[in-house]
């Protein structure tokens, strides 16, 4: 039965998050809070947060940095997934990929269709690996971010879930899914 296996130990993750928006500061940056927050309470670290421009350049720059930082296991961004002329997330990341996760984003939608309806369809939320990082790309409001925590990462990556979780495919813990 899938869930959360308490014999196991708890491996955490080493999360950076990056909020991607024109117009957010430290001090305005609910989304990016919420998911520090809420990383941190589920017992990861936080590597690394900032805030780029809704720009290609801007945004390629900062993950692939990510990207190269041992100390980074994954990368969650907000902001940037819609059809605003600006939104540009897909379009700076996906090029990156070596494999995208196209369930990541069939279980987001299933799962903010029950909070938003059909205006899920308005997101462009999704996953993909760069080299062996994880980079998963959620939408800029504080309930999708919600949305993507709790009712999706939280548990794809708590090492203790099973039958396995997505933290057994970082690097460091690949031994957790033999």
Request: net charge negative; hydrophobic share 40%; proline share 4%.
């Amino acid at each position: 039965m899938a869930g959360i296996d308490e014999s196991l130990a708890f491996h955490p993750l080493r999360i950076a998050v990056l909020t991607i928006s024109d117009t957010r500061t430290e001090q305005t940056d609910k989304s990016g809070g919420l998911l520090v927050e809420r990383l941190v309470a589920a017992g990861h670290e936080l590597a690394g947060k900032t805030i780029v421009k809704d720009e290609v350049g801007a945004i390629q720059a900062q993950v692939l940095a990510w990207v190269g930082d041992e100390n980074v296991d994954l990368i969650i961004s907000t902001g940037g997934t819609g059809f605003a002329p600006r939104d540009v997330t897909p379009e700076a990341v996906k090029p990156l990929f070596r494999r995208e996760m196209d369930g990541f984003s069939i279980v987001f939608h299933q799962a903010s269709l029950g909070t938003v309806g059909v205006s899920t369809l308005q997101s462009r939320a999704f996953a993909g690996q760069i080299d062996d990082t994880f980079v998963f790309c959620l939408p800029g409001s504080t309930g999708a971010c919600r949305d993507g925590w709790d009712l999706v990462l939280a548990l794809e990556l708590d090492s203790r879930y099973r039958p396995c979780s997505l933290a057994g495919q970082i690097p460091r813990l690949r031994h957790l899914c033999a």
